[in-house]
T-cell receptor, first 113, second 115 residues
Framework: KNQVEQSPQSLIILEGKNCTLQ??????????LRWYKQDTGRGPVSLTI?????NTKSNGRYTATLDADTKQSSLHITASQLSDSASYIC????????????FGTGTRLTVIP | DAGITQSPRHKVTETGTPVTLRCHQT?????MYWYRQDPGHGLRLIHY???????DKGEVSDGYSVSRSKTEDFLLTLESATSSQTSVYFC??????????????FGEGSRLTVL
């Protein structure tokens, strides 16, 4: 069964600290993985996409990694800011069709001053 | 800004009443989607459309219908709302990147409460 699991469910960190969010998947055949950020009361917004051949990709203070062998991805946030408080959702696509997307339940990050 | 607007943004209704949510896009994208988001669940696909009058069911389509008579509008209808349909509903469009790598652009969501 194709699944996407994220950990931790929630996380509280101090402003300025780093953190890492995890995404494990069983989706096969794998096509790509996206990380989305969802602010409270808003729709998700894509942060980055990882394809099979990519190991690391950065978007400002966000760095995503992908290990296609172990089917794991991580999202590392450096020097956190209050505006990073949001839910982060991992979404995995398989190769069978444009609409086969598998969503994780998200990690709720709270950055406190 | 992907030019997606959802209406209404908030609605409270009673069990058994019909409800229609509207999604409007200005970017002429082919693929449009309706998702629901509930605590403890990831976003779940209700229905999607791949063109005018071309729609298909998603994972949780029971109790919902959709229509797409124009490229820019995708309507989600609850024929007879139930309390289990209390949720936040998101419309999304798919970006034009090749294959299935296209980014999803989401609307702001429509919060529906069924009493």
């Amino acid at each position: 069964k194709n699944q996407v699991e994220q950990s931790p469910q929630s996380l509280i960190i101090l402003e300025g600290k780093n953190c890492t969010l995890q995404c494990n998947y069983t989706v096969s055949p794998f096509s790509n993985l996206r990380w989305y950020k969802q602010d409270t009361g808003r729709g998700p917004v894509s942060l980055t996409i990882m394809t099979f051949s990519e190991n690391t990709k950065s978007n400002g203070r966000y760095t995503a990694t992908l290990d296609a062998d172990t089917k794991q991805s991580s999202l590392h946030i450096t020097a956190s800011q209050l505006s990073d408080s949001a839910s982060y959702i991992c979404v995995v696509s398989d190769q069978t069709g444009a609409n086969n997307l598998f969503f994780g339940t998200g990690t709720r990050l709270t950055v406190i001053p | 800004d992907a030019g997606i607007t959802q209406s209404p943004r908030h609605k409270v209704t009673e069990t058994g009443t019909p409800v229609t949510l509207r999604c409007h896009q200005t970017e002429n994208h082919r693929y449009m989607y309706w998702y629901r988001q509930d605590p403890g669940h990831g976003l779940r696909l209700i229905h999607y459309s791949y063109g005018v009058k071309d729609t298909d069911k998603g994972e949780v389509s029971d109790g919902y219908s959709v229509s797409r008579s124009k490229t820019e509008d995708f309507l989600l209808t609850l024929e007879s709302a139930t309390s289990s349909q209390t949720s936040v509903y998101f419309c999304a469009i798919r970006g034009r990147a090749g294959g299935n790598t296209g980014e999803l652009f989401f609307g702001e969501g429509s919060r529906l409460t069924v009493l």
